[in-house]
């Protein structure tokens, strides 16, 4: 399974263009990625940067549930 988000995952950073989506984890919470840029992939995780600041959090691709994609307006 975290194969296969991983795939979903390169395949939302990879859009052009760029569109803003949030990353669901099995625990219920959730991570808005902005920009694709700020993220560096693993191969087992993923590290989701936030902008213009040095913090980031560590996430496992096999705890990753969903992916939702921004609505436009």
Same mark, same amino acid.
């Given at each position: %399974?975290?194969?296969?988000?991983?795939?979903?995952?390169?395949?939302?950073? !990879?859009?052009?263009?760029?569109?803003?989506? #949030?990353? /669901?984890?099995?625990?219920?919470?959730?991570?808005?990625? %902005?920009?694709?840029?700020?993220?560096?992939?693993?191969?087992?995780?993923? !590290?989701?940067?936030?902008?213009?600041?040095? #913090?980031? /959090?560590?996430?496992?691709?096999?705890?990753?549930?969903?992916?939702?994609?921004?609505?436009?307006?």
């Amino acid at each position: %399974m975290g194969e296969q988000m991983k795939e979903q995952l390169l395949e939302l950073l !990879n859009r052009d263009p760029f569109v803003a989506f #949030r990353v /669901v984890m099995s625990s219920g919470h959730e991570h808005d990625v %902005m920009d694709p840029n700020l993220v560096a992939v693993g191969e087992s995780q993923i !590290n989701v940067y936030a902008p213009k600041s040095d #913090r980031y /959090v560590i996430l496992r691709l096999n705890q990753i549930a969903a992916f939702h994609v921004a609505q436009s307006a």
